[in-house]
């Protein structure tokens, strides 16, 4: 069994960063491929990021690409999310997710979500 616990969200101005943390606990969650979603008010939950067991592979969408980079301390079994330049767009709950086999960039591939930490971005 996996458990995720995401922290870090809160209030910020538009142009502003952030950075959320995902706190992993597991026997085996080092071995497993990490990723955040997102989901505004009204609709569906989203692919944002995501990175491989190593850390050595790294997925974005392209909504966010070139401003958010995804990253992992295998010894702090921790993933993270730096957000940088901010958008009002980018208000949401933000979900770390958890995949065994192949790297969450949809929801079927996830095993495991986190229970969200919201994220709002001010214009």
């Known amino acids: 069994q996996v458990q995720l616990v995401e922290s870090g969200g809160k209030l910020v101005q538009a142009g502003g960063s952030l950075r959320l943390s995902c706190a992993a606990s597991g026997r085996t969650v080092r071995m497993h491929n990490m990723g955040w979603f997102r989901q505004a008010p009204g609709n569906e939950r989203e692919f944002v990021a995501a990175i491989n067991w190593s850390g050595v592979n790294t997925y974005y969408a392209d909504s966010v690409k070139g401003r958010f980079t995804i990253s992992r301390d295998n010894a702090k079994n921790t993933v993270y999310l730096q957000m940088n330049s901010l958008k009002p767009e980018d208000t949401a709950v933000y979900y770390c997710?958890?995949?065994?086999?192949?790297?969450?960039?949809?929801?079927?591939?996830?095993?495991?979500w986190g229970q969200g930490t919201q994220v709002t971005v001010s214009s």
């Open positions: 997710a958890s995949g065994r086999t192949g790297v969450p960039r949809n929801s079927r591939e996830v095993d495991y």
